[in-house]
């Protein structure tokens, strides 16, 4: 036995669904993250499940049979189990809340989104395992498998300190730093946060325990500042608190979200060059009245010649199993258009019916389905290719005559690889001849006898052991001519090898160059691989047929000879009995082997098969994996104090291995009838009973890539004849195990391919909806075609569908207004490029609120220069508008304050320069006009009577005003209507005070 090597178990995860679609998308997620997965259907099935395996997490579903999910997480979290449940049903925040009070760790809702399920996942085992550790262990298998050799980026840091303790490989590749540098940074050498933000957040998360995700900026080693997200969890050891962190570089994510916030230009480039076509069609008349860039040219129509077609011109009818389908407002369905050069093109449409001046316009989205069609028909190509395979298997175990078998295999080729004519060669020495063939005339046959040196094609498939394609026979240098093989213009060629030797050919000719590709290679490969395996299976029987015939003469000599030779008789037929039962036993296990292609059923049957053909205490699958064996299934005898896992834990370099590498050198079996005197045996642990061995190697084509290996407590065991029962059933084996890894690796390529082509036609399906900024279209008329859920909203509408077909002009409360703008975007023509305008316009809403927009305007001229529409956004700035003007008012009235203070500091300063009266009221009459504007002023006193005022000194009045005197009557005079109401007054503002300004009228001052 070889050496071992021992790695850990992966996190087990349990599935407790009846859903049986949830769970198949829960294990493809999670398997491909590395975890292992168990999965239960009801309630008592997964408590038993908890209590054997204890796995570290539990996926439970709120509608588990046979009651529900919150009574079987209420009933775990009272038991003694380790397990975190996490739970998953509705979006409904009713179920959600019910499910936390259960004790549910988190909760996922319909539908599971596979980054969400896989991050959250991860982090509660990894916040799981931190708690459990008591320390950060750089020597534990689990610590580098979940945080030194994780792709993520993750650190830890002492709180306290804000020292960077330990970061993992993907941290130093992220900010570009040595690992040595690292772990002498602190929190604040890498984020622009300051230090006391960051101490708060790590005492946040300490004390609360808080794991959501926040948002911040790290900088690197280049001085690049990146965003990034980060999912924090405190550690817990016996000497201090530290916290563990995952950081997500966001920083795309972002810049993709300040793109589309700042950027009109940005967002129409890309609503322009979506995948899919816009057709408007009148319903009355079937005319197509407008369509989109894409449309066309999908079509391969220009915007004008599209416009003069009809709708039933560019959609054929539908299918058979469509007829009668009855076509209604949005209705999405499958159809077919036909191309301006008269091609085909697999469409999905999506119809709304719409009202436009009284006419019933239909707005048909089209998308082009093609390649989905062509995905689907390659695996319907890929399913009879695999179905083909397994009818040929049968075909194979069914009969051992030569002549049927190449029969039936020529016509399984023909259901999935086209031709015209086919046949197999077989090898004889330095020539091959047609041994089998299809729709050949038979005097061609018969002249067909080739030196394989004479013929470079055959040539080449024999040197090279690979399939050959010849696109073009009339030019092709290393094609055959012959005088009656002239019709051929593409040929497909494989060669069949058995035991790494070629022994044949199989060719597939046609009549149209380029029928072939490398792909029909491959194909074409595989049947010649089952050609190679029915002749072997032919070759073992006759040689059978042989021997019985040698024994059957043999017992007829027999019968003039003594007892003796009756017992050898006896001997002998008991060894045509066995040998007969082998036949019989490989044509059944060839039948059950090509039943199926899924690995595991596929091991379990070459088990069951293998204990019919030969007897064994155990029995072992070992594939190859870069040179070293490991078990991938087994059957029989356990020795005590080992389990079934330490045996498949069992791992065997090859090299190393002196019985497996004999068998991988030589591609024969070995049967060792003592293991005690066999010199390159390794006495393991596991297998210290073992006393005889016989393996043969799995072979396809000339590669060793496995072994079939059986064991058994009692010595001399097996023997050379045993070895080759074996090999003889390892041989099908072989082929059934290609064939479903080949079928395993199709299935995930197509599964990888399907799901990119479903995100992206559904990334563009939600774009224009996301926007925040209003989008619009309007007519010539005014009339408003196209509007985004945020323009309605903008303007006070419930829907879009209320916006559609409305005059802009309502918007605005001054229709001038709306004629100057118009105007404005009229002057754009003829300028070159795309015509833009932006401009900032007042609104009146549809709920009577009046709001500031920026208006960016993209303005579409026809020929004549006229606006045919405008295409643009709206981006609200009530507040913004709101603000500046607010401001502004505050910066008038300060002004106006500073003003009256200067001039009451100029008239303080005054009144304290001198003590005499007249130079007072001189020098406050000085700064009083200026400041008030005024061209006369003058200073009045009370009398003590309070009955008159006295003219103390003025500035400004004539003689004629003074001549009047100097003296005014409190009653009747401006001043003192001042005085008696203790106020400012005003002459413009008495008209409306009619008695007032009567009295008053003709008085000076």
Request: hydrophobic share 40%; glycine share 4%; with cysteine.
């Amino acid at each position: 036995m070889a050496n071992q090597e021992n790695t850990p178990k992966p996190p087990l995860i349990l599935v407790a669904s009846a859903d049986d679609t949830l769970k198949q998308q829960l294990h493809q997620w999670l398997r491909k993250e590395g975890y292992r997965i168990a999965e239960v259907s009801d309630g008592d099935l997964c408590v038993a499940a908890l209590r054997k395996y204890r796995p570290e997490l539990l996926l439970l579903d709120v509608a588990l049979p046979p009651t529900n999910g919150y009574l079987l997480a209420t009933q775990l979290n009272r038991m003694p189990l380790t397990t975190k449940i996490i739970m998953f049903g509705p979006h409904d925040d009713v179920v959600a809340d019910r499910a936390f009070k259960t004790g549910a760790a988190d909760f996922f809702s319909y539908p599971l989104l596979r980054h969400l399920v896989t991050n959250r996942i991860q982090f509660h085992l990894q916040s799981s395992e931190a708690k459990a550790e008591k320390d950060i262990d750089d020597d534990s298998v689990w610590y580098r498998h979940l945080f030194k050799a994780h792709h993520e980026v993750k650190l830890v840091v002492d709180p306290q300190t804000l020292q960077l303790l330990d970061v993992n490989q993907a941290a130093v590749e992220f900010y570009g730093y040595t690992l040595e540098q690292l772990r002498s940074m602190h929190v604040t050498d890498i984020t622009v946060a300051p230090e006391e933000r960051v101490r708060e957040a790590f005492q946040r998360y300490i004390e609360s325990g808080e794991t959501a995700p926040v948002r911040a900026r790290h900088r690197l080693a280049s001085g690049e500042i990146r965003d990034v997200e980060v999912y924090t969890s405190p550690i817990k050891t016996d000497e201090r608190q530290l916290l563990y962190a995952i950081i997500h570089d966001i920083t795309d994510k972002v810049r993709t979200e300040q793109a589309l916030l700042e950027s009109e230009a940005k967002y129409r480039q890309l609503f322009e060059s979506a995948g899919e076509g816009i057709f408007f069609v009148d319903m009355e008349t079937g005319k197509i009245i407008d369509a989109n860039e894409y449309g066309a040219t999908m079509l391969g129509y220009t915007i004008d010649e599209i416009r003069q077609l009809h709708y039933p011109e560019i959609e054929l009818p539908l299918e058979a199993e469509q007829q009668g389908q009855e076509t209604l407002p949005n209705l999405s369905a499958e159809a077919r258009f036909r191309r301006k050069d008269g091609s085909i093109l697999p469409v999905e449409t999506n119809t709304r019916v719409i009202t436009q001046n009284g006419r019933v316009i239909g707005l048909v989205f089209v998308r082009d389905i093609s390649r989905r069609k062509a995905m689907e028909a390659r695996m319907q190509q890929q399913s009879e290719f695999r179905q083909a395979l397994i009818d040929t298997a049968k075909i194979i175990s069914s009969t051992l005559d030569v002549e049927e078998v190449i029969r039936l295999i020529l016509e399984q080729v023909s259901r999935v690889v086209p031709h015209n004519a086919a046949n197999i060669m077989l090898v004889d020495g330095e020539k091959a001849y047609i041994a089998g063939y299809r729709n050949y005339d038979d005097e061609y046959i018969a002249s067909v006898e080739v030196n394989i040196d004479d013929v470079p094609g055959l040539r080449m498939m024999y040197d090279t052991r690979r399939p050959l394609i010849i696109p073009d026979t009339y030019t092709s240098p290393i094609w055959w001519q012959h005088e009656r093989n002239v019709w051929i213009r593409a040929y497909a060629g494989a060669p069949i090898i058995a035991k790494g030797e070629v022994i044949g050919f199989m060719s597939l000719d046609s009549d149209k160059v380029g029928t072939y590709s490398d792909e029909d290679g491959e194909r074409l490969m595989a049947f010649a691989n089952q050609v190679a395996i029915a002749l072997e299976n032919a070759r073992q029987a006759s040689r059978l047929e042989q021997v019985v015939k040698e024994r059957t003469q043999e017992l007829m000599e027999a019968n003039t000879r003594l007892q003796q030779e009756i017992e050898t008789r006896a001997r002998a037929q008991e060894s045509e009995h066995e040998q007969r039962l082998l036949a019989e036993a490989l044509r059944e296990a060839a039948a059950a082997l090509a039943s199926t292609l899924n690995l595991e059923e596929l091991f379990q049957r070459i088990l069951e098969q293998l204990a019919i053909v030969l007897p064994s205490d155990s029995a072992d699958i070992m594939l190859i994996e870069d040179g070293v064996a490991a078990i991938k299934a087994r059957s029989g005898f356990i020795p005590d104090g080992t389990t079934e896992q330490d045996l498949l834990n069992v791992r065997l370099i090859v090299d190393e291995t002196a019985n497996l590498r004999w068998m991988k050198e030589h591609q024969k079996p070995l049967a060792i009838s003592d293991v005690y005197h066999y010199d390159g045996w390794i006495f393991a642990a596991q297998a210290t009973w073992v006393r005889s061995q016989v393996g043969a190697p799995l072979i396809i084509g000339d590669q060793v890539f496995g072994f079939l290996s059986l064991t058994s407590r009692q010595p001399n065991a097996y023997n050379e004849q045993h070895a080759e029962r074996l090999q003889a059933f390892a041989n099908q084996a072989a082929l059934a195990l290609h064939n479903a890894r080949q079928a395993a690796e199709l299935e995930r390529r197509i599964e990888e391919r399907t799901a990119a082509l479903r995100a992206s036609e559904e990334k563009y399906r939600t774009l224009t909806n996301q926007l925040p900024l209003g989008v619009y279209r309007t007519t010539a008329e005014n009339k408003i075609v196209h509007a985004n859920p945020a323009l309605a909203r903008m303007l006070g509408v419930k829907s879009v569908e209320d916006l559609l077909n409305v005059d802009v002009t309502t918007f605005f409360e001054n229709p001038s207004d709306h004629k100057q703008l118009r105007d404005k975007l009229s002057a754009l023509y003829p300028t070159d490029g795309p015509h833009i305008y932006q401009a900032e316009l007042q609104l009146k809403t549809f709920d009577g609120r009046l709001i500031w927009v920026r208006d960016t305007a993209n303005v579409i001229f026809d020929e004549q220069g006229q606006i045919q529409y405008v295409d643009g956004t709206l981006e609200d700035i009530t507040e913004q508008k709101q603000a500046a003007a607010a401001l502004q008012a505050s910066r008038e009235a300060l002004q106006a304050q500073t003003e009256s203070l200067r001039t009451i500091n100029k008239i303080a300063d005054a009144i304290h320069q001198s003590l005499e009266l007249e130079t007072v009221i001189r020098r406050a009459l000085e700064a009083i006009i200026p400041y008030s504007e005024a061209t006369a002023a003058a200073i009045l006193l009370l009398n003590e009577e309070k009955t008159t005022l006295h003219v103390m000194d003025q500035i400004g009045f004539d003689e004629e005003v003074l001549s009047q005197g100097q003296v005014l009557p409190v009653e009747v005079s401006l001043s003192g209507l001042a005085v008696q109401r203790q106020d400012i007054v005003n002459s413009a503002n008495l008209e409306s005070e009619s008695q007032v300004y009567e009295q008053l009228r003709g008085t000076l001052l």
